[in-house]
């Protein structure tokens, strides 16, 4: 790969890594959203029609994205928060679903199916690692907050932590924010990046990706979903020169394998830490987030 | 009137493909407990695999057509043996097989993409039957004809098949309480991979059928269809096939509809927004089916 295509690669990985910082923020409070998707092209759209429209500042706008993202959190965490597990995710997918049918439909902001032009004046290494260095200092400094422990509480058993008298709503809320927040910043970065935004820049496809990129670093730890993102942007990269076409098939095939064998993702401290052998005869851990859907059964 | 009549006609047509889909759809949901993203690429295979068959293999249109949704089935198998059934056997809850799905998806769009390239394809005319019939001033094409056929055939296939024979109540079983099911003699295992057989087989079905109804095949087919599956799984609740099955129907007939009265660009927005309605108001779909939830 050249200089120049490497760099590229690189700044997508930062900016993937952004979203998948948020989509792990609502993971860690068990909550499975698609919504970061969302949020970022709301984001990223508000971002573009304001600067054509005012001639906003670029940084004025990358707040602006936090704040409607973080904005926007909150309003969906009102309407989704009360459904379980699986439905929850399903509504989150509708909102990116809803999303490019808005997108589409209000072609006097947002260009419609030709989509838009944006500045690029973000699209800078210093803006990408300034965003990503203020999203990972503010999850690690929560990680071992009151706020951390009541979120892995939650995300490991929901009925517990209530008993031990956290609210899981208030808890899922605030991770609904932030996920709004970096989804916002991480909408802005990818408009400054591509200079170019459409009805496509911002779907299914993203979605799936991203939360592949969480899994696949470790959902467990804030580092995770970025050395997730590095690889799983960087990988078909270098593929690319020995598979040709095939490029993603090893992305794919590594996702399910990891899900399987190491469903706690690449960085997991606890085996780091050689904790492993204390979990024997338990179940896998990356079982526990959703232990409450699971015991939800159909019976016709 | 005859322009409302034929309009929905065709969308009676287009719904019938997305009712398929959603069959295989709701019964991997309902059964299996799996949201599987890779669903729309199973279609995709079933479609792109006879459609190789035909140009390729010089075989007959309706072998091509039996082999390719056979091996759709057989996708599915290999999903459920070397995903979702280690999955299930490592107990991982319930979000890891999603996530599992999605790296199926992966690499069967990817290959999908490399097989057939980028572009748009088309049966060759003379080999699928394409002569336009009129019944009752409608013009009707054969492969609408054949779609609505197909999806009556399906539907009550399946029901039948679920509610009313012993292979159902093992269905059944099994997806309530996979370790009580094999007390009382069911295979979980076999019967499970019958299920992905099944469900994939049938979004092969959907796929090809779909491939026919505009003669367009290429590798982006089955997440087009994957999106409207989903929405019709999920406003019509995936307990019972026969609902999902007639909200795919409603959402092809609104579709057609509002692209005509109203204008194209808004087709999505009244099936994607009545999704969010209903999960948001009616989590568990409009026809919801009794619930047994353990503490």
Redesign the interface.
Known sequence: MSTTAWITTLQFAGVNALFALSVYASLWTGVLSLAPIFFGAVGAFTFGYLSAALGLPPFLGLVLGVVIGAGLGVLTAGIVIRLSSHYLAMATIAMVLIGRVLIINLPDYTGGAAGTLVPGELGTWLWLIGCLAIAGFVLSRLAGSRFGFAADAVREDPAVAQTLGISTRHIQLVGFILSGAFAGAAGVMQASFLQYIGPDTFYTHLGFVTLAAVVLGGAFHWAGPIVGALVFTILPELLRDVMGDYDRVVTGVLLVAIIIYMPRGLVDLRRFRLFRHRSRGEAPPGASASRDSANQEVVS | MGLLAQQLFNGLAVGSVYALFAIGFALIL?RM?I?N?AHGTFATWGALSSFWLVVQGGLNFWVAAVLGVVFAGLLGVLAEV??FG??RK???????P???S??????????A??FIGPTTKSFPIDVVPSTPMEIGGIVMLPAHILIVATLIFVVTAVHLL??RSRFGAAV?AV???SRSAAIVGVNPRWTLLVVAFMAAGIAGIAGLLSGLADNNVSFGLG?ALL?KG??AV?VGGY??IRGAAAVGVTIGVLEVLSSQYISS??R??IT??I??LV??TR?QGLFR???????
């Not at chain 2, 490592?90 to 890891?96: E, M, Y």
């Not at chain 2, 089916?289 to 503490?295: K, T």
């Open positions: 309902a407990g949201l993203v070397f995903a280690p999955l490592r107990n991982a809850g319930s979000f890891a999603i996530i599992a999605i790296g199926i998806w992966i690499v069967l769009l990817n290959v993409e490399a679920l509610s059944r997806s309530v309480d997440e999106l989903f929405a999920v307990g019972d660009d808004f999505d927005a994607f927004g999704l969010l999960l948001v989590p089916e009794r619930q047994l939830v353990r503490a």
